[in-house]
């Protein structure tokens, strides 16, 4: 199985752009879930689907992020507009039902 | 508020020696509890996990102990290999898996020769 699939690896942009990342879960899970790491705060979770339906977002952070799961192999997360304290390493997680989750390499935003 | 606390940022540990990492917790409603390796520039890799039902769980030099009375667990590594030298991080969650991870922020354990 070729895991969680992230893109892009890094991303590099002005404050203002909308960014979006991208995760590919694996085959078969039906949960997923997206993360942000940074210094400050650790790894936070920010939303998760249980097929294909979010469930809680209380952890996006702001309006201007956004998430979507139009299949149960695709999910976006897109932040509009950008700001310099949005950098951070964003991952992406799935599992089966109440099984283990598996993390994504993770995509490292930097927002100058 | 921090409901997930590994209060050691780093431990440094000898080759072959146990290692033990700590964690605590405030949530009662934390019902599995899971420890994760993490390499740098890479996402973290599920080590073992622990349901609230038991107190131990063991696979192969890893093993996990929880102490729900006092809202602790810990991670031992025995013997420990230079190739355990990562950041781990103890996560929990409410529902048994099926929820969103609350992580600590991790310990840098580092194995010296």
């Known amino acids: 199985d070729a895991g969680v699939i992230q893109s892009p690896r890094h991303e590099v942009t002005e404050m203002g752009q909308e960014v979006t990342l991208r995760c590919k879960p694996i085959s078969g899970h039906n949960s997923l879930f997206w993360y942000r790491q940074t210094m400050m705060r650790g790894l936070e979770l920010l939303i998760y689907?249980?097929?294909?339906?979010?469930?809680?977002d209380s952890g996006m952070p702001e309006d201007r992020f956004s998430a979507k799961m139009p299949n149960a192999s695709f999910s976006t997360l897109k932040i509009q507009p950008s700001e310099p304290r949005d950098s951070a390493v964003y991952f992406c997680?799935?599992?089966?039902?109440?099984?283990?989750?598996?993390f994504g390499p993770g995509t490292r935003l930097t927002v100058l | 508020d921090q409901q997930v606390k590994q209060n050691s940022p780093s431990l440094s540990v000898q080759e072959g020696r146990i290692s033990i990492l700590n964690c605590d917790y405030t949530n009662s409603m934390f019902d599995y509890f899971l420890w994760y390796k993490k390499y740098p520039a890479e996402g973290p890799t599920f080590l073992i996990s622990i349901s609230s039902i038991k107190d131990k769980n063991e696979d192969g030099r890893f093993t996990v102990f929880l102490n729900k009375s006092a809202k602790h667990l810990s991670l031992h590594i025995v013997p420990s290999q230079p190739g355990d030298s990562a950041v781990y991080f103890c996560a929990a969650s409410p529902g048994g898996g099926a929820d969103g991870l609350t992580f600590g922020k991790g310990t840098h354990l580092i194995i010296q020769p």
């Open positions: 689907f249980n097929n294909n339906v979010p469930i809680d």
């Open positions: 997680a799935s599992s089966r039902s109440a099984d283990t989750q598996y």
